[in-house]
């Protein structure tokens, strides 16, 4: 286990520089909008801004004023914040990314999260802070070996929290990592204490299970059709092709900008642009990881690792044993996919904290810290109330 600083080489920003100073644009058909993918006109204005105002030296200072660390786990490194509580009898938490997302969601949330007495909060609320990168995603990549699948991070957790000297934990995910939390809770029970998501996928069935839904179980449902008819095309091709798509992100940063800003502005709480949800500089400095490490071909591979388990799988996945950990869910509006309790009760009978957020979305974290902070600890009090 050996200390991390992010340092990244002078050449590799000029490079960047270079490119975007001579981007091929394509062209948009009239009137297209956000309608066939991201609007030519705000990737243009939000490249310039990335070419001209955009700091990256300030955005790793920033992510290096956070302890990072890197370990050789299962064969590969293993990049991970690790924060300390100030107050000792704090609770270990694990929070795990997804896709198009990475450690960086995370920064608005590190400091409340660690030391509530500094943030007006409870000091009985603090966590011990462990938040790594999957596989193959920016400092943990890119792997050099196929097979990295969920349960296979979960392994890679489980080892890495036995490492850093955590018996009992609490796991946390959105996206991705709301399934790898879950294999997380399944695989290492004796040791997690509970599991919080906030990005559950739950279908139904059975058509009879449509019988006696309410009017708002029957939206979530449609918002769930509506993504996987309209909204999981990337899905689909980083399942089954992530070699191909792999040369065109990696060889162009506009590219992988609006691979990745594409959905920021589907599934955050926004208006008309994905700044209406998401900080402009955060937002660039969450595809500054990928870009910067060369890891969108990696990151893709690990639907292809998991394409048996993705709900564009050609025959759905057998369903995992019921989950035998609390559960705390987080629904947050402006997610393309929201769970309905009595489907998931299917799978996690023992829910203890079901919270339907008021705003926020995907990138519950970036976008609504304080409710996500919130929500995290009104769990963490139940858990406590329940001995």
């Given at each position: 286990?050996?200390?991390f600083r992010i340092?990244i080489p ?9 490119r975007?100073d ?5 062209g948009?058909?009239?009137?297209a909008?956000?309608?066939r993918g991201?609007s030519l006109?705000?990737?243009k204005d939000l490249?310039?801004?990335?070419r001209t105002?955009y700091?990256w030296?300030?955005a790793?200072?920033?992510l290096?004023?956070?302890p990072q660390?890197?370990d050789v ?6 990049h ?9 009898d704090?609770t270990?938490?694990?929070?795990t990314h ?13 400091e409340?999260?660690t ?9 009985a609320d ?5 938040v790594p990168?999957i596989p193959g995603?920016?400092f943990s ?7 990295w699948t969920i349960?296979r ?9 036995r490492?850093l ?9 959105g ?6 939390s879950?294999?997380?809770?399944a695989?290492d029970?004796e040791?997690?204490i ?5 990005f ?8 009879s299970?449509?019988?006696?839904l309410e009017?708002a ?6 918002l ?7 909204g999981?095309?990337y899905m689909?091709i ?10 065109g ?9 609006a691979?990745?800003?594409?959905k920021?502005k ?7 642009v994905p ?12 595809v ?10 990696s990151a ?10 993705m709900?564009?799988?050609p025959?759905p996945p057998?369903?995992p044993p019921?989950l ?5 869910v ?7 996919a ?5 489907f998931?009760?299917r799978?996690l009978?023992?829910?203890v904290?079901?919270?339907e ?5 995907h990138f519950a ?5 304080k409710?996500f ?9 139940t858990?406590?109330a329940?001995g």
């Amino acid at each position: 286990m050996e200390p991390f600083r992010i340092d990244i080489p002078q050449s590799d920003l000029d490079d960047l520089r270079r490119r975007l100073d001579t981007v091929r644009w394509p062209g948009e058909l009239p009137g297209a909008g956000w309608e066939r993918g991201v609007s030519l006109q705000y990737l243009k204005d939000l490249t310039e801004y990335w070419r001209t105002s955009y700091d990256w030296r300030a955005a790793e200072a920033r992510l290096n004023s956070f302890p990072q660390f890197t370990d050789v786990i299962d064969g590969t490194t293993v990049h991970f914040l690790h924060v300390r509580s100030p107050e000792p009898d704090a609770t270990p938490l694990v929070i795990t990314h997804g896709w198009p997302g990475s450690f960086v969601e995370f920064l608005d949330v590190v400091e409340p999260l660690t030391n509530p007495r500094a943030h007006g909060g409870d000091p009985a609320d603090a966590f011990h802070l462990v938040v790594p990168s999957i596989p193959g995603f920016g400092f943990s990549g890119p792997t050099s070996e196929p097979g990295w699948t969920i349960p296979r991070v979960a392994q890679a957790w489980a080892e890495l929290m036995r490492r850093l000297g955590y018996d009992r934990y609490v796991v946390q995910g959105g996206d991705m990592g709301a399934w790898i939390s879950q294999a997380l809770a399944a695989i290492d029970h004796e040791h997690v204490i509970a599991a919080h998501v906030n990005f559950l996928i739950t279908p139904p069935s059975d058509p009879s299970d449509m019988a006696g839904l309410e009017e708002a179980d029957l939206r979530k449902l449609g918002l769930l059709n509506a993504f996987a008819v309209d909204g999981s095309g990337y899905m689909k091709i980083q399942s089954t092709r992530p070699q191909t798509l792999a040369y065109g992100l990696t060889d162009s940063p506009v590219g992988q900008l609006a691979w990745i800003v594409e959905k920021f502005k589907e599934w955050t709480d926004s208006d008309k642009v994905p700044e209406d949800a998401v900080d402009r500089d955060h937002m660039l400095t969450n595809v500054m990881v990928y870009w910067l490490t060369a890891t969108a071909g990696s990151a893709a591979n690990f639907y292809f690792d998991n394409a048996d388990v993705m709900p564009t799988a050609p025959t759905p996945p057998t369903p995992p044993p019921p989950l035998p950990t609390p559960v705390g869910v987080a629904v947050y509006p402006g997610d393309p996919a929201q769970p309905i309790r009595r489907f998931a009760e299917r799978g996690l009978p023992n829910i203890v904290h079901w919270a339907e957020l008021e705003r926020g979305g995907h990138f519950a974290a970036m976008e609504q810290p304080k409710l996500f902070v919130s929500d995290l600890r009104a769990f963490l009090r139940t858990l406590r109330a329940a001995g």
